[in-house]
């Protein structure tokens, strides 16, 4: 499967983004799609996360109401609705899949996109 996400940019605290991740490939519909992101100096942690029985979940307690999860309209299609962002959001951010279910463990995911990079900032 190979991902490839999209949408990142520059934003103001308190603004918008949606992040797109796009999979293809063999096996897409049997595949679990999941949000990652990564600080400067911190570890890369687990946002949100879609299985391939469409069950999503939220990892994070400080994206919880804040962030949105969804499939897009094009099969393979995963979005990453972002508001009231706060400057503590910025972080580069990974879409990456794994075989059905859901995980928060980073080891757990086979397939990695390049990152987008996201900065709240005024």
């Known amino acids: 499967v190979q991902l490839q996400a999209s949408g990142g940019g520059l934003v103001q605290p308190g603004g918008s983004l949606t992040l797109s991740c796009t999979a293809s490939?063999?096996?897409?519909?049997?595949?679990?799609i999941g949000w990652f992101r990564q600080a400067p100096g911190k570890e890369r942690q687990a946002v949100s996360c879609?299985?391939?029985?469409?069950?999503?979940?939220y990892y994070e307690d400080s994206v919880k109401g804040r962030f949105t999860l969804s499939r897009g309209t094009t099969k393979g299609t995963v979005l990453l609705q972002m508001d009231s962002l706060e400057p503590e959001d910025t972080a580069v951010y990974y879409c990456a899949a794994r075989s059905y279910r859901c995980s928060g463990q980073r080891w757990a995911f086979t397939s990695w996109g390049q990152g987008t990079q996201v900065t709240v900032s005024s």
């Open positions: 490939g063999l096996g897409v519909d049997n595949k679990a």
């Open positions: 879609v299985g391939d029985n469409d069950e999503i979940l």
